[in-house]
């Protein structure tokens, strides 16, 4: 069965910390890239964080130096450790896995999303 499951979400206070967790189908998913999006409310869903397969992360600039995302192949989990959190953090964080065969944004596998508070 394929799936993307987050947990991690939660309230944090303006400059605190969460680590975001997504448990993937590891048979299904090697060799896919691991991203993470989020959607505020009433905006469109934006790119935040991708991990290639090889290991090469990339970061969107808003939240480039403060969050990192990471995988740890024994668990079939991907990380997205969110450091220096800001209200324009605030969001619905979901997880998406793209195969080796496509680009941009154009993942095919997505998770239910985490929601992340973070208040001033």
């Known amino acids: 069965q394929v799936q993307l499951v987050e947990s991690g979400g939660g309230l944090v206070q303006a400059g605190g910390s969460l680590r975001l967790s997504c448990v993937y189908s590891a048979r299904f998913f090697t060799g896919y890239t691991m991203g993470w999006f989020r959607q505020a409310p009433g905006k469109e869903r934006e790119f935040v964080a991708k991990?290639?397969?090889?290991?090469?992360?990339y970061y969107a600039d808003s939240v480039k130096g403060r969050f990192t995302i990471s995988r740890d192949d024994a668990k079939n989990t991907v990380y997205l450790q969110m450091d220096s959190l800001k209200p324009e953090d605030t969001a619905v964080y979901s997880c998406?896995?793209?195969?080796?065969?496509?680009?941009?944004?154009?993942?095919?596998?997505w998770g239910q999303g985490t929601q992340v508070t973070v208040s001033s």
């Open positions: 991990l290639f397969w090889a290991g090469t992360p």
């Open positions: 998406a896995a793209q195969s080796p065969w496509r680009q941009g944004n154009d993942y095919e596998y």
